[in-house]
């Protein structure tokens, strides 16, 4: 039973333009969320979170939207870098779990 | 610089043949954990340590043991490795067990079972 769905395995999109990765979730209880990135050969990498009060956290490029109706979140990268090619994994985690539930992952790539 | 290191990054061991697997941290983090990854698969958590306290997921198999013997250090043992254990072992810290607690994680140990 998958509480956290990225449903694009992969995303390719061309330098400068809009990275949009997306998130669904099913626990109406998850009320944290969390997008890590992963470059090859490494461990994942803490990237940018939104708390359930909020619907929206930008820092810098990245612009994390949460509409929690919907159970959907969304990260937009802006513009998109080659640098920016990684595997960007989704996590949620509730008040009543010390633990995060990961998605399988989006692997987007950023051609010139 | 501060960091999660994970040894080996790639292990290889027979059917049934008892592996471990170490990761140490400089991070003086509270908490360790262990995490399951396979191929195009969620990351899925095994079990964490508190400190010394430790926490065991209720659907992680007996098969899997763990060992934190001081702050710096965890290890994933792996008694009897079927072919299903093949898969990428993440360990993660992070200060405290709360969401907003950042966790780090070091590059992984890929398991080959033959």
């Known amino acids: 039973d998958q509480q956290v769905k990225q449903n694009s395995p992969s995303l390719s999109v061309q330098e400068g333009r809009i990275s949009i990765l997306n998130c669904d979730y099913t626990n109406s209880m998850f009320d944290y969320f969390l997008w890590y990135k992963k470059y090859p050969a490494e461990g994942p990498t803490f990237l940018i979170s939104i708390s359930s009060i909020k619907d929206k956290n930008e820092d810098g490029r990245f612009t994390v939207f949460l509409n929690k109706s919907a159970k959907h979140l969304s990260l937009h990268i802006v513009p998109s870098q080659p640098g920016d090619s990684a595997v960007y994994f989704c996590?949620?985690?509730?008040?009543?779990?010390?633990?995060?539930?990961f998605g399988t992952g989006t692997r987007l790539q950023v051609f010139p | 610089d501060a960091m999660v290191i994970q040894n080996p990054r790639y292990q290889v061991t027979q059917f049934g043949k008892p592996v471990t697997l170490s990761c140490s941290q400089t991070?003086?983090?509270?908490?360790m954990y262990w995490y399951q990854q396979k191929s195009s698969q969620a990351p899925k958590l095994l079990f964490h340590y508190y400190d010394k306290d430790f926490n065991n997921e209720a659907d992680t198999p007996d098969n899997f043991q763990s060992r934190r013997p001081n702050t710096s250090f965890c290890f994933l043992d792996i008694r009897s490795p079927g072919l299903g254990d093949a898969a990428m072992y993440l360990c993660?810290?992070?200060?405290?067990?709360?969401?907003?607690?950042?966790?780090?994680f070091g590059p992984g140990t890929r398991l080959t079972v033959l």
């Open positions: 991070l003086n983090h509270n908490v």
């Open positions: 996590a949620a985690s509730s008040d009543n779990t010390d633990k995060l539930i």
């Open positions: 993660a810290t992070s200060r405290g067990r709360v969401a907003t607690d950042t966790q780090y």
